[in-house]
């Protein structure tokens, strides 16, 4: 699926691939179970390209006049699964690897009605990083109900419940999520260093912006996982 950023605003491309000039930005998204990626091997050795999909770490790594980040999203709202979304940045093109491109490409063509002005890569990548936060925090509210739904079964003594079994599955997804948003936090660091200098000044004050989000992301993390531990002192206490 191709798409371009012309003059500050994204056009959804036939499959076409234009000739740009400066000031243009390509955006591909591709699935990881596409055979051919030709657009990616134009500007990326396929050695490395691939090499950076095999590893689902979430990282930046920054490469000469190239950047590649791998970031964590739901895979669907309420669900715990998680995905990983890769992105290749370089001057004047965006390529975006996903296993489920779905939501990617639905957010694309929302942004491309907007018909709002000013699109840059940067700016993109920051509201992509923003929709996929957006489904986290719904997901720690949901988590949220359902630590508070647990506290009340424990404390009643309501009978047939695995308490043990489910506190201890939380506390493992909390230990993930804590890890992953620790990466990100690294990873926001390393793109508000703009090494390549793909970034102009408006998309790092985005990126600052955000960086204060995973943050908060963080702490709502440790104190539901603090909720958590709480709830099985009482339950042992029990």
Request: glycine share 8%; aromatic share 8%.
């Amino acid at each position: 699926m191709l798409f371009l950023i012309n003059e500050g605003k994204l056009t959804e491309l036939d499959g076409r691939v234009p000739v740009t000039s400066k000031g243009h930005v390509l955006v591909e998204v591709t699935g990881l179970g596409d055979a051919s990626v030709p657009f990616l091997n134009k500007y990326v050795p396929e050695t490395l390209w691939k090499a950076a999909i095999d590893n689902r770490t979430v990282r930046f790594e920054s490469h000469e006049k190239l950047d590649i980040l791998c970031l964590s999203a739901l895979a669907v709202p309420g669900n715990r699964r998680r995905e990983r979304v890769h992105l290749f940045l370089g001057e004047g093109w965006l390529h975006i690897v996903c296993g489920n491109c779905e939501p990617v490409i639905h957010l694309l063509r929302e942004i491309k009605k907007e018909g709002d002005g000013g699109w840059t890569a940067g700016r993109l990548l920051y509201r992509m990083l923003e929709h996929f936060s957006r489904q986290d925090a719904a997901h720690l509210d949901d988590l949220e109900g359902q630590i508070a739904a647990l506290e009340d079964d424990v404390i009643s003594g309501k009978p047939g419940e695995r308490y043990v079994q489910k506190i201890v599955q939380l506390r493992k997804h909390f230990i993930r999520l804590k890890r992953e948003y620790g990466l990100m936090q690294d990873v926001l660091e390393e793109l508000l260093a703009n090494d390549n200098g793909l970034f102009d000044s408006r998309s790092l004050k985005y990126f600052k912006i955000f960086n204060g989000k995973v943050g908060r992301l963080y702490d709502h993390v440790a104190a539901l996982q603090e909720y958590v531990t709480e709830i099985r002192d009482a339950y042992q206490a029990q």
